[in-house]
Structure formats: structure tokens, C-alpha cells
């Protein structure tokens, strides 16, 4: 259900959807900073599951495999790099970077083949250095 915003509250958030990238960034850090608030979602961490299980299965088993997408190097364009770790993981801005700072770090886990390859694809084309595992 969204907010119900009051209208000098509903002009202040019209302001700030027409803000920039880096400018949304920085009035996020102040607001932090002035009231000692986080502006950071919860955030569930979900396990991997331990390795074992039986023996065999040979192609069948190397196609159910689960893979992580880990960010090995953000590259020199960070913010374009932040951009898609948001859209890729719903993190908020906080989290987002510090994930894209504290690389090498998983971004997702427990994906199928096809869907940690798309997301290689688009980390890749942000200019991020990528690896499955």
C-alpha cells in the first residue's frame, strides 16, 4: 500500500524524483548523517545449500548446479555498475555500494545457468569484471 503523502510532503518527493543518480545519493548520506537513520531495507540472507548429495548424475547433475554471480572488480564506472546491482538485487542505495566497494562479493546466489549468465551479461555491459562460480 503506498504512502499517503500530505502536500507540501507530495512537492518536497516531486523534488527529489527529479534529482540525479548522485545527487539522490548524497541527500540519502545526509539524512543519515543529521538523524542517525539508515535508509536501508532488511534484508534477508539466504544460505547455500552444503555441497555432498549423491554421486553420479553426470550432464543432468551439471545443469541443475546452482551458481553465483560474485562482482570481481566494480571496473572504472562504478555508478553505471551500482545502478544494475540494485536492479539486479532490489537493494537499497547503502547496501547496493557497499557491496560494489567491498568486491569480490556474491551479488546472487542459487541461480539457474541461463538466468547467472543474463546477469553476467549485464554487469558486464555496466563494465563490472564478473565471475560464476
Known amino acids: 500500500m503506498p504512502a499517503t503523502l500530505d502536500e507540501k ?10 534529482l540525479t543518480f548522485l545527487q539522490t545519493a548524497n541527500l540519502v548520506k545526509a539524512f543519515e548523517d543529521e538523524f542517525g537513520i539508515t535508509a536501508a531495507a532488511p534484508m534477508a540472507v539466504a544460505a547455500m545449500p552444503a555441497g555432498g548429495g549423491a ?3 553426470g550432464a543432468a547433475e551439471e545443469e541443475e548446479k ?3 554471480v560474485v562482482l570481481a572488480d566494480a571496473g ?6 551500482l545502478k544494475e546491482v540494485r536492479a539486479i538485487t532490489g537493494l537499497g ?5 557497499d557491496l560494489v566497494d567491498a568486491a569480490p562479493k556474491p551479488v ?3 541461480l539457474k545457468k541461463e538466468e547467472a549468465e543474463q546477469i553476467k551479461e549485464k554487469l558486464e ?3 563490472a569484471k564478473i565471475e560464476l562460480k
Open 55 to 57: 554421486a553420479g548424475g
Open 9 to 18: 510532503t507530495q512537492q518536497i518527493f516531486d523534488q527529489i524524483k527529479e
Open 76 to 81: 572504472a564506472n562504478k555508478i553505471n555498475v
Open 66 to 68: 546452482e551458481y553465483t
Open 125 to 127: 555491459a555496466a563494465g
Open 93 to 97: 542505495l547503502k547496501e547496493a555500494k
Open 108 to 110: 546472487k546466489e542459487g
